[in-house]
């Protein structure tokens, strides 16, 4: 032990320092035992409020935020007679063929024969 | 079975009450209302029969035993009560107590040798604190912290050398 170390006296001595500083400090046996300081404020019941009125507020503000969707008229809408698809022009032109109707090859409104008349089997080509 | 009846049990409580409420605060690392607050929760847990006495030990101990453990009990409802939200509200609300209005007039030797402690383990300030603040012996620090008396034993020894060396090294005026 160097001389500038302090021994156990010296320890002690320093705790005791410290214990009877402690002492003035500590509270009253009565009032510990009755209730704490913290409990008797009521302190923990405050911030829990306040945490919920936080969240309460910010769940508003998100809300209020988000675009709302009520009222609004949809883009798309499956309507019968209204709805267009890329291949309705398809359809546009097996309507547009009439009976007795001669299409010439080349022309716009041309179409093959009616499905009637369409061949039932197609012979397989025979390879060489 | 209570070994003692209720008027003795609290005439001891009170009789221990200053070292029980420092070994509180030594508990709840230095927050004297968590250390409040835990030490009525343990006088509770005795006085109402939850915490019994069965004279394995001296009534000082064993209660020294209560705090540390409803002190862990508390430290972890506080965590799920959202302790910091909590203290920020005491802080922000400016409530200052009594106890406070001491802390400008304690010696410089105080806060030295607390700040010297807080740099050891837990484990070494708890057994240091037990026996030089508290003046247990060994057997009985050991009995509160629920550790073998070797394990304690050997805590003190090397907590004692490096408390000497940092003490050592603080300036002398």
Same mark, same amino acid.
């Given at each position: ?22 002492? @003035? ?36 503000? @998100? ?29 546009d032109q097996v309507a547009s063929v009439r009976a007795g109707e001669v299409p010439?090859?080349?022309? @716009?409104d041309w179409y093959?024969?009616p @499905? ?13 | ?173």
């Amino acid at each position: 032990m160097t001389p500038t170390e302090p021994d156990d006296t010296t320890l002690a001595r320093r705790f005791a320092e410290w214990r009877e500083e402690e002492s @003035v400090r500590t509270p009253a046996f009565e009032r510990v035992v009755a209730a704490p300081r913290r409990s008797r404020a009521g302190a923990w019941q405050r911030p829990t409020l306040v945490f919920a009125a936080m969240t309460v507020v910010a769940i508003a503000i @998100v809300r209020g935020r988000a675009p709302s969707t009520a009222g609004a008229v949809p883009e798309i809408a499956f309507t019968a007679g209204t709805l267009r698809v890329p291949t309705d022009f398809l359809l546009d032109q097996v309507a547009s063929v009439r009976a007795g109707e001669v299409p010439t090859i080349g022309s @716009v409104d041309w179409y093959p024969l009616p @499905v009637d008349d369409a061949p039932t089997t197609i012979a397989p080509r025979r390879r060489n | 079975m209570l070994a003692l009846p209720a008027f003795d049990l609290r005439d001891e409580l009170h009789r221990t009450h200053s070292g029980a409420f420092a070994w509180a605060v030594h508990c709840c690392r230095g927050d004297r209302d968590e250390a409040e607050e835990v030490l009525h929760v343990a006088y509770a847990k005795v006085l109402e029969g939850r915490a019994r006495f069965e004279e394995r030990s001296t009534f000082r101990t064993w209660f020294f035993g209560v705090i540390r453990l409803t002190a862990h009990e508390q430290r972890r409802w506080r965590w799920l009560q959202f302790t910091r939200l909590e203290r920020w509200w005491q802080d922000t609300e400016g409530e200052r107590d009594d106890d406070d209005r001491h802390a400008h007039a304690e010696d410089e030797r105080i806060p030295a040798l607390r700040a010297a402690l807080g740099r050891l383990s837990r484990r070494q300030q708890e057994i240091l604190h037990l026996v030089f603040y508290e003046s247990l012996t060994i057997q009985d620090a050991a009995n509160v912290l629920a550790m073998p008396v070797g394990t304690a034993r050997t805590h003190y020894e090397r907590g004692k050398a490096r408390l000497r060396a940092l003490l050592a090294e603080e300036p002398t005026p």
